[in-house]
């Protein structure tokens, strides 16, 4: 499969963003989607996973700001992020675990 992943920007502390990641190929045979973030001189770390049946699941840090969820109409995963920090701020990969499968990133920076 292949990732595509968008919608990163530049934001202001407490603003939102919405990243999307479009999967091509069989995308219902896909169990797990997952969202990784590296920040600026640390390892990349997951951030959130959503099932195939929208199970989702979320580090405590992102928990009750994050939600993960997909379309699987438009095999596309979605981060949607509010009450963003500067401690969010990072390059986003969507992945598929299994198949070790990323996506290019998509930088978020959020300003203080």
């Known amino acids: 499969v292949q990732l595509q992943a968008s919608g990163g920007g530049l934001v202001q502390a407490g603003g939102s963003l919405r990243l999307s990641c479009v999967v091509s190929?069989?995308?219902?045979?896909?169990?797990?989607m997952a969202w990784y973030r590296q920040a600026p001189g640390k390892q990349r770390g997951l951030v959130a996973t959503?099932?195939?049946?929208?199970?989702?699941y979320y580090i405590d840090s992102v928990k009750g700001r994050f939600a993960v969820s997909r379309d699987n109409s438009k095999s596309t995963v979605y981060l949607h992020m509010s009450g963003l920090k500067p401690e969010d701020t990072g390059v986003y990969y969507c992945?598929?675990?299994?198949?070790?499968?990323w996506g290019q990133g998509t930088q978020v920076t959020v300003s203080s």
């Open positions: 992945s598929v675990p299994a198949l070790d499968s």
């Open positions: 190929g069989n995308f219902f045979s896909i169990d797990v």
């Open positions: 959503i099932t195939r049946r929208g199970s989702p």
